[in-house]
């Protein structure tokens, strides 16, 4: 049975000679360190993390499963649908703890870097959805979108160090941005999940960080 939310940390690297700069964080969001951050890439985990934060009175297991097992999905018979759906809710009840427990994930985004600009000494990033609001989703139809509240807050990162500016500008269109975000709440007339960024680093296709950006 092939279950597509996965558990496993992920560790970020994070070079010495990278440059970092940081912003006010609001005091009641939680932060936790990097590696227990897991990454953000379908609309099953983000069902599982709007739930977590919505904590609903009863969890929609059917349709979950159908979000999370390509096996349950494609199953036409009700008999071995009805058992599929039995075995998947322990690992769903898995999940949804870890999401409320753990609300902490990260976004890897492609997407223009700005030319470096001299007097600022930052490269201009634009944090923006695949939908039409700037919101982000991973199925179109029917799926949930995730909002990213505080996305102008991080619209450039600064660089110091004018050979490392030289180095990241060689390279600008192959980077991609890493967003460290907290899941805060669910708005459940738009089946939105609303998170709160308070990290971004500029990566290689290696994934090595070349720049980052952290509130404090």
Do not use: W
Request: proline share 6%.
């Amino acid at each position: 049975m092939k279950i597509l939310v996965g558990t496993a940390l992920i560790s970020a690297l994070i070079l010495a000679g990278c440059t970092k700069t940081e912003t006010p964080m609001p005091p009641d969001i939680p932060k936790a360190p990097l590696s227990a951050h897991r990454e953000m890439n379908n609309d099953g985990k983000l069902m599982i993390a709007y739930i977590a934060a919505k904590r609903p009175s009863t969890i929609p297991y059917a349709e979950l499963a159908q979000k999370i097992s390509p096996e349950y999905a494609q199953e036409q018979n009700e008999f071995k649908k009805r058992d599929l759906l039995e075995g998947l809710q322990p690992e769903i009840n898995h999940q949804i703890s870890l999401a409320t427990s753990s609300p902490f994930y990260y976004l890897i985004l492609s997407t223009p870097i700005g030319p470096y600009d001299f007097s600022a000494h930052t490269f201009p990033i634009r944090i923006t959805g695949n939908d039409l609001s700037g919101a982000f989703f991973f199925d179109f139809v029917g799926g949930h979108r995730l909002v990213l509240t505080n996305s102008s807050n991080f619209n450039s990162i600064e660089v110091l160090n004018e050979q490392e500016a030289r180095s990241i500008a060689d390279q600008r269109s192959t980077l991609k941005l890493k967003i460290y975000f907290t899941a805060t709440n669910s708005n459940t007339k738009q089946n939105h999940l609303n998170a709160h960024i308070y990290g971004v680093q500029l990566i290689n296709e290696h994934g090595s960080v070349l720049a980052e950006q952290f509130s404090k």
